[in-house]
């Protein structure tokens, strides 16, 4: 009980000294930290301002120059096109149909807003914008003004739709008579658009004080007093949120949509103008405020830094047992993961190897079925269609024709037993001894095979075979069978072609080739093509077998079945096999 008391007691003095620490240190980073910030924002405050001042006065230098250079530049024109040959002789003549075109012709050169051609009446007859032809200038001042002077004149005139018009004009003599007064708009307004997305606010005043030009186009026509006009906040909340919107800037100059901006004037040489243009603090406030957040952060992190040193051994030790309760909790949940995993296998593991053989059977049966049913189909069509004609020849009393389909129909039982026997033996490859077959012969037993598809359907079948017999050794049956299934498919393949065509070549070489080609559609997917029960054919037409059998037949042939699209269109297909040549049969 002593000891446990000792300890106990112990405790709250060694806490005391370190709480006491960390209070004083933070207390000592925050007076630093307010008083480097403090310092920071009025330094920067005041060089960023220089800085932004500098800028301003430099866009200004450079508005201004734009604006003397335009005008200077259209100035000149009216003093040009008042020599112009065609326009005196127009005014002269009283003959206009080609002025306003060649006025049009030379706005797009010159860059002004608009030329126009008045007579000595003051009357319209050219002008760029045709619908102010005929309007009567005559007590416009810049008509007035060219008429009582031998210079160009300046104007300046004042919208009915708002803002202001500047003219150059000048009169058009013809042997020292007026006989007109040419003049041309400049346009000034594009140097507001250009402002206005550079500057916060511009704008230019004449020498009466009115402001002409302006980013505002509530300005134009005011004083800049009037149009600076500014009303305190109507609430203490307003002024509160004012004063610290602008605790980055000095005293403001003027105020834009209530808010603090920095304004600078400067004369143009031209006619007493000035250019004025108001910059916000906004780039101020924000480059140092970046500035300020950083000192903030890094304070933080310092703050941060000298509480985790006080405090490191505590955290260490936290740290330490909550990582290792951590890993012993995600050891037990793995292991507990792995025994429910393991158990549930085990229970499985022998329904699935039941379920598998099951399976592999049934499988192995429905493949069986499926070959019997595609193979035995062509000799039961041919069939019936004997049985039908020996039929038809009975009751015409043509009994010896009759025998000649029934022993053809013989021939097909048999031919169907050797095909059961095949696929009896299917499973058992290479136990059957195979024969010399001649190419050829097994070809027209294939095609006397499909003589009743080709009685029924017009197909041209050409067929190009070598004068010599092409040996091959192999089972005749089962080529035979393949030439069916190529020759079945060329005939499926041509049923929506107008023109049905099939060319069999039969070449010998160091392989037989016997290539099948139709004019059909072709083969769309030729990847998949010797599958089993891949089909593109409707359903109960075929269960996509006689591909797959042939490629395995030919195979166990020792040679090889393809196809590809023909360049003309349509399918090739190609069986490849060992020619039998005196030195094959002496192996053999």
Do not use: C
């Amino acid at each position: 009980m002593s000891v446990t008391s000792t300890t106990t007691s112990a405790r709250p003095r060694r806490s005391g000294p370190l709480s006491g620490r960390v209070r004083w240190a933070l207390l000592l980073l925050v007076v630093v930290a307010v008083v480097t910030v403090w310092f920071t924002n009025r330094l920067l405050t005041q060089r960023f301002t220089e800085t932004t001042q500098n800028r301003a006065e430099l866009r200004l230098a450079l508005y201004s120059g734009n604006l003397i250079s335009e005008l200077r530049r259209n100035a000149i024109v009216p003093q040009l096109l008042a020599r112009d040959p065609a326009l005196i002789g127009a005014l002269n003549s009283g003959e206009y149909t080609q002025s306003s075109q060649r006025l049009i012709s030379f706005v797009d050169e010159i860059g002004a807003e608009s030329l126009m051609l008045m007579d000595r009446d003051g009357r319209t007859v050219a002008a760029t914008d045709r619908s102010r032809l005929g309007e009567n200038h005559r007590q416009d001042g810049y008509f007035v003004d060219a008429i009582r002077s031998n210079a160009t004149v300046f104007t300046t005139n004042e919208r009915e739709a708002g803002g202001y018009s500047f003219t150059y004009s000048r009169q058009v003599e013809s042997g020292n008579e007026t006989v007109g007064v040419i003049m041309i708009e400049v346009d000034l307004a594009k140097f507001e658009r250009a402002w206005a997305g550079i500057s916060d606010a511009v704008f230019v005043t004449n020498s009466e004080s009115t402001i002409i030009l302006a980013t505002e186009p509530r300005w134009r026509g005011l004083t800049p007093e009037v149009a600076l006009e500014r009303q305190p906040a109507d609430s203490a909340i307003e002024r509160a949120i004012q004063v610290t919107t602008d605790w980055t800037a000095k005293e403001a100059d003027a105020y834009l949509r209530g808010e603090a901006v920095m304004r600078i004037d400067g004369r143009i040489p031209f006619r007493g103008w000035t250019l004025t243009t108001f910059t916000t603090y906004a780039s101020v406030r924000e480059r140092v405020n970046a500035f300020l957040a950083i000192e903030i952060m890094g304070f933080a992190i310092l703050a941060a830094l000298v509480f985790y040193a006080l405090s490191r051994k505590t955290a260490v030790r936290m740290a330490l047992f909550q990582r290792e309760s951590a890993e012993l909790r995600a050891l037990n949940a793995r292991l507990q993961r792995e025994i429910s995993e393991r158990e549930k296998v085990q229970k499985n593991l022998a329904v699935a190897e039941q379920s598998l053989a099951q399976s592999s059977k049934l499988a192995a049966l429905g493949e069986m079925s499926a070959a019997v049913s595609h193979e035995l189909n062509q000799p039961l069509a041919a069939m019936k269609t004997y049985l039908a004609g020996a039929r038809l020849l009975l009751r015409r009393n043509r009994p010896d024709e009759a025998l000649s389909a029934f022993h053809r129909i013989d021939d097909l039982i048999e031919r169907m037993g050797a095909i059961t026997k095949q696929l009896k033996s299917y499973a058992r490859k290479g136990q059957e001894t195979f024969s010399p077959v001649d190419m050829g012969a097994a070809l027209g037993s294939a095609m006397s095979m499909m003589e009743p598809q080709l009685k029924v359907r017009r197909v041209r079948i050409s067929r190009i075979l070598p004068d010599n017999p092409v040996l091959v050794m192999g089972d005749r049956m089962r080529i035979e069978q393949v030439l069916v299934n190529l020759l079945r498919n060329a005939l499926d393949a041509t049923k929506s072609v107008d023109d049905p065509k099939v060319d069999i070549i039969l070449a010998a070489g160091e392989t037989a080739t016997l290539s099948v080609r139709d004019n059909g559609h072709g083969i769309e997917d030729l990847d998949a093509l010797f599958e089993p029960f891949y089909t593109t054919k409707q359903p109960g037409d075929g269960v996509g077998l006689g591909l797959a059998i042939s490629s395995g037949i030919v195979s166990e042939l020792g040679g090889r079945l393809t196809a590809r699209n023909g360049e003309n269109g349509g399918a090739v297909f190609e069986m490849q096999l060992p020619v039998l040549n005196e030195n094959s049969q002496a192996a053999e």
